[in-house]
Each structure stands twice: as structure tokens, then as C-alpha cells.
């Protein structure tokens, strides 16, 4: 069992519903991002998302796109985000990481390089926006090899056919997008996304989350009674930003909680 499917477990066995929290590698300085994740999980995270800055991350919105640009500013590439798992796993041995972002990077250095460099530093998964599931067959047999979770994207677009390859070589979890639309716009309508996920369902055994437009408690309450997870990112970029470099860690641990302690009134 992989330790994303073993955190879910254990989770469903409490009756909890998962939370999933976003940041950019390298924003707002690379000497914070592993602090922020520690704030993450002390905040109450059950899994880290850990972006892999890119120069064209088409499918998030302004605020992720932000990241992207101050990360990239930094100097900050692939290898200094692998820097950052394996300096995260020295204290935290337990917490599933995902790294999240575009096929370029990851093609640059080559499949085979990154799913042993995910390895090596204690990295559980990755989800690749513009790996489309039916070209990645031998891709996702690899990472699973590797006990490496390949986690796929479902959009409120998708059709039966995308969902039933998604079931066939997915991993660790389905990552539903909830809007038709880029990271962090709209609101969520949580009956469609019910809807959706029942749909979904009949043909995906693994846990679904769901993430684009969770903004506050209150939205993360009404998505987790249908979804085994919920997928914060951009809100959580825009406390940094608010933050400014002193207070953002401060910052991000005070609101992560806010939302666990919402997902467990």
C-alpha cells in the first residue's frame, strides 16, 4: 500500500475527510518552502502538494501563475524542489508529498530521471496537468514500480471514456477539478459536483478530491460531504502574498487550521 492510499485509509477508518494543501516550490523564497510545508502539516494537512514551478502553468489562475513568476525569479528548477522533499523527509517521514505540475520539466530531465529522483528523496506521487492518461501508460507502470502514485486530473468535461482510463492507470487519488476554468476562479456548485462524483464513481475505485474554488471553511464543509478530500492552493497562495515573507509561515499554518478544524466540526 502506498502512503497516499495508506493516509486515506486510515483517515476513512476515522471517519475524516482528507485535506490537500497546495504551494509553489520556491515562492515566496526557497529558504521557506520547507517551513511552509511543516506549517501545512502542523495546521492539520493530511497530504502536500509541491509545485514545480513552470513558465507556462496553463491550467492555474493568476495566483499560482504569481508563484510560478517569484519562483522562477529565484532560480528555482526541479531539482531544487527534489532539494526540498528530501530536506522535508529529515523531520517528516510520514506525510505524503505530491509533486504537482507540467510534463516540460519532467521531460527535460527524463522520465526515468524523475521518477528516480522522486524516489530517492522520499516523494510519494506526482500529477502531471498535461500528461494526458491515455499516453501514459508505460509512464504510470513505471512510477508504479516505483510505489509512486500517478494522480490524474477529471474535469466537470471529462468524458466516460477519459474516466475509465483515468481508473485503469490512476493512482493514490482522482483529482476532481470542480470548475471549468483555471486554479482559484468561480465558485463551486456543490450539488453538480456531487452529481459528478457519482458519476465518476461508477468507474473510479480510488478516493477522490476535489480542489479549484475552495476558498474558505465553509466551502471545504460542503465539498467534504461528497468528496473523500478537499484541495486548497491558490487561497493559500494569496496568504503568502498577504503575509509578506515574515509572517507568511505564520500566516499559512493559522489558516490551514481554520479549515481542519471547519473539516472536523
Known amino acids: 500500500m502506498s502512503k497516499i492510499a495508506a493516509t486515506f485509509s486510515a483517515l476513512k477508518a ?8 497546495f504551494i509553489t516550490a520556491g515562492d515566496p523564497s526557497p529558504e521557506l518552502t520547507v517551513p511552509l510545508m511543516h506549517a501545512m502539516v502542523a495546521g492539520g494537512a493530511d497530504i502536500l502538494e509541491l509545485g514545480v514551478p513552470f513558465s507556462d502553468p496553463m491550467a492555474e489562475g493568476p495566483v499560482i501563475q504569481r508563484a510560478c ?81 500517478l494522480i490524474f486530473l477529471l474535469a466537470p468535461t471529462s468524458t466516460e471514456a477519459r474516466i475509465a482510463q483515468v481508473a485503469k492507470v490512476g493512482g493514490g487519488f482522482s483529482y476532481y477539478v470542480s470548475l471549468k476554468g483555471v486554479t482559484g476562479a468561480g465558485n463551486i456548485d456543490t450539488v453538480e459536483v456531487a452529481e459528478r462524483l457519482t458519476a465518476i464513481r461508477r468507474h473510479v475505485q480510488l478516493p477522490i478530491g476535489v480542489g479549484f474554488g475552495i476558498r474558505d471553511g465553509a466551502t471545504a464543509r460542503a465539498v467534504a460531504e461528497v468528496a473523500d478530500a478537499v484541495v486548497i492552493g491558490s487561497r493559500i497562495i494569496q496568504e503568502i502574498e498577504s503575509a509578506g515573507k515574515d509572517k507568511a509561515v505564520a500566516a499559512v499554518q493559522t489558516f490551514v487550521t481554520g479549515i481542519r478544524t471547519a473539516l472536523d466540526a
Open 14 to 21: 476515522h471517519n475524516k475527510t482528507a485535506l490537500v494543501t
Open 69 to 149: 513568476e517569484r519562483a522562477l525569479a529565484n532560480g528555482v528548477g526541479i531539482h531544487d524542489v527534489f532539494g526540498s522533499v528530501a530536506e522535508f523527509r529529515k523531520t517528516n517521514q510520514t506525510t505524503p508529498v505530491v509533486l504537482m505540475g507540467y510534463a516540460n520539466p519532467i521531460e527535460r530531465i527524463g522520465a526515468a530521471a524523475f521518477i528516480a529522483k522522486s524516489q530517492a528523496v522520499g516523494a510519494d506521487g506526482a500529477i502531471v496537468v498535461d500528461y494526458p492518461p491515455e499516453e501514459c501508460e508505460e509512464f504510470a507502470a513505471a512510477m508504479r514500480a516505483a510505489e509512486l502514485d
